[in-house]
């Protein structure tokens, strides 16, 4: 044997990161994750212990005041708040997503304008491409926005926005050229002061119902012409370039809700007793545990070999950066569903996390992208071969 051999294994770095984060989320978030479910409130203490100990933006660049981590790192941290708490999950998760657009394509003076708050944890940023009418067919997008004088003047709305009223930047994708389709879709920078900027009603949701998740308006809503995201008429292939980076993400929280159910059912089958026995001494049920151990562990290996890929920017990071999303989004589905059946009818009360995983998870399957959008991408890339 070779304890030496280092070739597949976490540096020590992302282990006592990992360590660190599961610390802090089993003292600091785990005890009011059911209350904010409960309640459909957002996690203030997760907020305030995220970002005291800087893990509420781990990816953003040193020279924008953050921890320069690396893909893999910002996964571990999402994984292990998701696995005590979705809502809270969003926190890192969704400030990588309204960051990465500008972080990509965006001018250095735009990103010191923008970064530097949201690394001090001052302000988040929400990323807005979804409209009711264009979700899956985002190009269909109706939101415009025109160039007058010295600024941008956005007008439309935009759906299902995740931390929307929390968030003081949004990252805006709108129309500025309706004759070049794909190509005629820019993206901007929005601050929720910017004259004509209003948040909607928060939407009534099956989970995660500790981020608020609205739409947000633009009625002549003017944004100065330099918080434009790359050049005019880039915004989808920013859109697209983003969610290679933030799609790993997705399968890290999923990963960590599907942990989450199932550290809790090991727990559970060990003390529930039937029949003189604990139910854990059961074959069908350890059956059950043993499916649920092996794919949330194959899910997690898949989302990190997919966040290494984006980090190095291989060829073929866009394949699995969905694959990662869709496979532990699915597992996540499957996780949280059987740790309700072992719970049995204890598993469908609100008494126990399991359920509130259960709801939690299936969002994964759904937003940046659903995973019948991620099997097309998938056979896309698997044909441009």
């Not at 708050?117 to 807005?128: F, N, P």
């Not at 389709?181 to 901007?188: E, L, P, Y």
């Not at 092996?294 to 980090?311: D, G, I, N, P, S």
């Not at 699995?320 to 589905?333: E, H, N, Q």
């Amino acid at each position: 044997m070779n304890d030496a051999f280092d070739a597949y294994q976490l540096p020590e770095e992302h282990q006592e990161l990992r360590a660190a984060v599961r610390a802090l989320a089993e003292k600091e978030i785990a005890p009011h994750a059911a209350e904010v479910d409960e309640e459909s409130r957002f996690p203030t203490e997760a907020l305030k212990a995220l970002t005291a100990a800087g893990f509420h933006a781990v990816f953003l660049p040193e020279k924008y005041g953050g921890d320069g981590a690396d893909a893999i790192a910002g996964c571990i941290v999402i994984e292990e708040v998701a696995r005590v708490c979705g809502s809270s999950s969003l926190i890192p998760g969704v400030n990588k997503l309204g960051s990465m657009p500008v972080l990509l394509s965006g001018s250095d003076e735009l990103c010191q304008q923008v970064m530097p708050s949201i690394a001090r944890g001052e302000a988040m940023i929400s990323y807005a491409l979804s409209e009711r009418e264009s979700g899956s067919d985002a190009v269909a997008m109706k939101t415009k926005a025109r160039l007058d004088g010295d600024h941008w003047v956005l007008n439309g709305g935009k759906a299902w926005i995740t931390n929307a009223g929390i968030s003081k930047w949004y990252t805006v994708f709108a129309v500025t050229d309706p004759d070049k389709g794909a190509n005629g879709v820019s993206a901007f920078v929005v601050h929720a002061d910017d004259p004509g900027f209003e948040v909607g009603n928060k939407e009534r949701k099956l989970g995660i119902k500790g981020s608020p998740t609205c739409e947000i308006y633009f009625t002549d809503c003017t944004v100065p012409a330099d918080r434009i995201i790359g050049e005019p008429g880039t915004g989808f292939k920013t859109a697209m370039r983003t969610f290679d980076h933030t799609r790993p993400t997705i399968g890290a929280q999923a990963v960590g809700l599907a942990q989450g159910a199932l550290d809790a059912s090991v727990a559970y089958v060990k003390e529930r007793k039937q029949f003189g026995k604990a139910i854990g001494e059961f074959q069908g049920v350890q059956f059950m545990l043993a499916d649920m151990a092996m794919k949330v562990e194959a899910a997690r290996q898949m989302t990190y070999v997919a966040a290494a890929k984006v980090e190095r920017g291989e060829p073929d990071m866009t394949f699995f950066a969905s694959a990662a999303k869709c496979y532990a989004s699915d597992v996540a589905m499957e996780v949280t569903v059987d740790a309700v059946q072992l719970f049995g009818g204890a598993g469908y009360t609100r008494d126990f996390p399991v359920e509130r995983m259960m709801r939690d998870a299936k969002i994964t399957q759904i937003y940046e992208g659903t995973n019948q959008i991620q099997r097309m991408v998938m056979a896309r890339a698997l044909l441009r071969r």
